[in-house]
């Protein structure tokens, strides 16, 4: 590890151990000591002019004529969407402004890129004469050193929009080949010294659509409500690849993820910088003959509401794509993609060359032009549109195997590659599935940050988590064979205590760094051991991270769960004892991790699956007694206005179980509050990485082998913050965008899962190196999220007509089939009739929906583990079984492992 990453560690662990998620050392941070020795070059103490434009307002710098503030017109007058309150901090060289500009380029005849940043080495730029509709303007060449191109840039009114413009003019007699363009867009993401409340009122999130002349960045409050501010091509800007900003020397940290800028040409970085990387996008130049002028520009306009940004593109004649379900594309299952725009499609094309099919079908009758997407070759896939008028649309696919192949897959990988069987091994963690390094084709057995090696912890218990998650969806005798071995003799009494006063307790690792107590030899002399992170056996045997129990947890409960359910499984123990144990375990989370159990947890939502469990089994003393120290909690949520704290300053991990709970309690105000902060920070574009991708950019450092603060693409927020947006559609089946976000966030968690079945930390967002982390981290967390929220999902649109998500619709007069594609095929939603149906043990092949009587008529396989197929189907849909059949008091039907087909009928 480098010295940069290294302190970034560093950093983290700082913010960590404040109770106050505020980190009042960021002052005495030694960037901010060096800068002050600095000159100040921005200019600040020359004024600036202010202007007002329909919908936003500005202030442009006198000395840079970079804007010193972007704000709306209507709006909290304290709220920027610049980083307005560091600015006196960043008017130093170096330090990005919106205005700014990045160049490389070369002389003809030359054969090296020079580069060139309006930031690098400030002057005061050349005042222009202003119009009628330019509010600013300026010669900025000579900010921009001994470039050789002359450079204007201004700031214009289009028809009450912004538009940020630059021309480029050769001046020489020599052509000149623009290699890299980029402008930078430092917009207020920095939460540096800041509480929740702070944040959510004063920050935002951005994130792209690398989409050429159909990219866009979207900025959202944290809070997720009031306008986004969108920036959109307007002139020659077509959003080629997405940078970030590692010059500009803002310290990063888990309190400030760092900028970005916009590039509208990539070809020298990616000969040099980016060499050997596949890009989203072709990488480009432009060239500018002798004397020859361009114009690159940028328009910046809000939309209403996150909701209403695909709305706001169309007003702005911008090509809007809505795939159903989604960009990640199961190679047995084809999915929609509907297309708008003001101009006709000349062309399209497929990178890689036949990695994808595109049928073109009939357009809707809102003049959505309508295609089926099918995966041909798995891996990245790039659908390219051409427009008449010569833009280009890119819209980015990833194709899988089958959602069943893809979950069987990860379960053979992880109980045979991940297997680690050693008797001698002198930490106890044998046999176990632990954590595995891609790159290096080995187990994880000692590493400086001890929990990935120790079993526990997100980077440590991931991968055992995601082996036993996976037999909830695909019960396998084999895999099961040896993850009952792990429960019983390495889990439940190493992982876990089962004796004294710390029973039920979690440590925080197996391994640890104790070389005065272990045999000489017993480290690998390689590592470097001297940091924080390299615990020793004291604080692995800490019991108090409340976030180790709900792995623990969930373990129990799908032992539980197979004993219960299926046919000859599981006999070790009974299954009370595996759903005693998750209860248990359950409960020694508030009494032995009580402080940061004050914190929505991830996985948090097997709480609440335990507590149903329990109720359902007649455990009500149990039960009675889990609901009430929840409660305690969700009452103390109920008192925050934004109840996201974690062991972080601010977190994506706590909203499932916050949801959850505040909608299983009735305190709708939480719910809506956390909902609504979800979607700030999951978008959806038409782009496989971003798309249902929740935000997280601090866990490479906890749990990847790459480790640097960087956007995580479907780390396992993904698939985590799909409960509660997926739950919060079923209770909306009208919200369409929820089911959007929502699936592509459950999809993430198999969108990343390599040819041969292993799960990876996340994908790297860099364009450096834009690929799966190396080391199987934390991965296990959102595939808990697939486990237990994955779906079919049912739906008339009023404008793309019949749709399903995770499963293969066909309409056939007034029937509607669907083959169901989930992994697992054990829930579905049927919207229009607003049934929810799951099962905990056995598969539903299809579903078919007749539109004229609403009978619904499901076809099962049949399972030799299965001895009663248990169907739920939700009492609010009105549907009930024709015929006799033994139901219990929770709507739960117990039916014949013989059964494969079922009618049912509305009754109500």
Excluded: C
């Amino acid at each position: 590890m480098n010295l940069k990453n290294s302190y970034y560690i560093l950093i983290t662990l700082l913010y960590v151990q404040q109770t106050n998620p505020v980190f009042s050392q960021q002052d005495e941070h030694p960037v901010w000591k060096a800068t002050k020795s600095q000159p100040a070059t921005l200019g600040i103490d020359q004024g600036f002019k202010s202007f007002a434009l329909d919908n936003l307002k500005i202030k442009v710098l006198n000395n840079s004529q970079t804007l010193s503030a972007l704000q709306p017109l209507d709006g909290d007058a304290a709220f920027d969407y610049t980083p307005v309150e560091m600015l006196a901090k960043r008017d130093r060289n170096n330090f990005f402004h919106i205005g700014d500009i990045n160049i490389s380029l070369k002389r003809q005849g030359e054969t090296h890129w020079s580069h060139y940043s309006s930031a690098k080495d400030r002057k005061k730029v050349i005042e222009l004469t202003p119009s009628k509709t330019i509010l600013a303007a300026a010669d900025i060449s000579s900010t921009l050193g001994d470039i050789p191109v002359k450079v204007k840039r201004s700031w214009e009114n289009a028809g009450g929009d912004l538009i940020l413009k630059f021309q480029l003019t050769n001046p020489t007699d020599q052509a000149i080949e623009i290699g890299a363009l980029g402008i930078p867009l430092p917009f207020n993401n920095n939460m540096d010294q800041k509480n929740l409340n702070q944040a959510h009122a004063q920050n935002v999130f951005f994130d792209p659509y690398i989409g050429k002349d159909a990219g866009y960045l979207q900025v959202n409050h944290l809070h997720g409500n009031g306008p986004s501010l969108l920036v959109i091509p307007y002139s020659n800007a077509g959003f080629e690849a997405y940078n970030p900003l590692l010059d500009d020397p803002t310290p990063r940290s888990i309190t400030f993820e760092g900028f970005h800028e916009w590039m509208i040409h990539s070809k020298a970085l990616a000969e040099t910088a980016w060499k050997g990387v596949e890009q989203w996008n072709t990488a480009t130049s432009t060239p500018l003959k002798p004397n020859e002028s361009k114009t690159f520009a940028l328009k910046f306009v809000l939309a209403p509401s996150i909701k209403e940004i695909e709305n706001t593109l169309l007003k702005n004649n911008r090509p809007v794509a809505i795939g159903a379900p989604g960009y990640v594309v199961p190679l047995d299952n084809p999915v929609k993609l509907f297309i708008k725009h003001n101009k006709a499609i000349k062309n399209l094309s497929i990178y890689p060359e036949g990695a994808l099919s595109v049928i073109k079908q009939k357009d809707t009758p809102q003049k959505w032009h309508q295609y089926e997407i099918k995966g041909q070759q798995w891996g990245r896939a790039r659908l390219t549109i051409t427009y008449e008028d010569g833009a280009k649309q890119t819209i980015h696919y990833k194709v899988i195997k089958s959602e069943k192949d893809v979950v069987n897959d990860l379960g053979n990988f992880l109980t045979t590659t991940q297997w680690y069987e050693n008797d001698k091994d002198l930490f106890g963690r044998s046999p176990a599935v632990i954590s595995y390094d891609y790159e290096d084709k080995k187990l994880v057995t000692q590493e400086q940050r001890v929990w990935y090696a120790g079993l526990s912890d997100e980077a440590g218990a991931a991968s055992w988590l995601a082996a036993i998650m996976k037999q909830v969806l695909l019960p396998n005798r084999t895999e099961i064979a040896k993850l009952k071995r792990f429960v019983n003799e390495t889990l439940y009494g190493r992982i876990q205590h089962k004796e004294g006063d710390q029973k039920y307790g979690v440590v925080k690792s197996l391994f640890y760094y104790e070389p005065d107590v272990m045999p000489a030899g017993t480290y690998e002399a390689a590592i470097n051991w001297k940091t924080w992170s390299a615990w020793p056996k004291k604080e692995a045997d800490n019991i108090g991270r409340s976030y180790n129990y709900p792995h623990v947890a969930a373990a129990h409960w799908v032992m539980y769960r197979l004993a219960r359910d299926y046919h000859d499984l599981v006999q070790e123990e009974r299954w009370n004892v595996y759903l005693d144990r998750a209860f248990q375990t359950s409960m020694a989370m508030i009494e032995k991790a009580p402080y940061y159990a004050q914190f929505g947890q991830m996985e948090g939502s097997i709480f609440l699956l335990i507590l149903h469990d329990l109720r359902r089994e007649g455990l009500t003393a149990e039960a009675n007694q889990l609901e009430a120290v929840m409660r305690k909690r969700a009452e103390h949520w109920k008192g925050l206005d934004y109840p996201f704290g974690s062991e972080m300053p601010w977190d994506s991990t706590g909203q499932e179980e916050v949801y959850l709970w505040s909608r299983y309690f009735g305190f709708d105000d939480k719910t809506r509050v956390t909902l609504h902060a979800i979607l700030a920070y999951m978008p959806t574009v038409p782009h496989w990485g971003y798309n249902g991708s929740a935000r997280r950019y601090w866990d490479f450092v906890y749990g990847g082998k790459l480790s640097r603060i960087e956007r995580q693409l479907h780390h396992y927020g993904s698939a985590l913050n799909a409960i509660p947006v997926l739950t919060e559609y079923r209770d909306h089946p009208d919200d369409f965008y929820l089911l959007r976000v929502g699936h592509a966030g459950m999809m993430g968690a198999l969108a990343n899962v390599t040819a041969d079945g292993f799960g990876p930390a996340a994908f790297h967002s860099y364009p450096s190196t834009l690929a799966n982390d190396g080391i199987s981290g934390d991965y296990g967390t959102g595939f808990y999220g697939y486990a237990v929220n994955s779906g079919t999902y049912i739906i008339e649109h009023p404008e793309f007509g019949w749709l399903a998500f995770s499963g293969n619709l066909k309409e056939n007069k007034d029937n509607i089939e669907v083959a169901i594609k989930t992994a697992s095929k054990g829930r579905i939603f049927l919207a229009k009739e607003n049934l929810w149906l799951t099962t905990d043990a056995g598969e539903i092949e299809t579903l078919t929906y007749n539109q004229k009587d609403k009978s619904v008529i499901l076809k099962f396989s049949q399972s030799a583990l299965v001895p009663n197929v248990l169907l739920n189907i939700n009492p609010t849909s009105g549907y009930e079984i024709e015929g006799s059949q033994k139901k219990d008091k929770f709507n739960r039907y117990e039916l014949s492992p013989s059964t494969s087909t079922l009618i049912l009928r509305k009754t109500k």
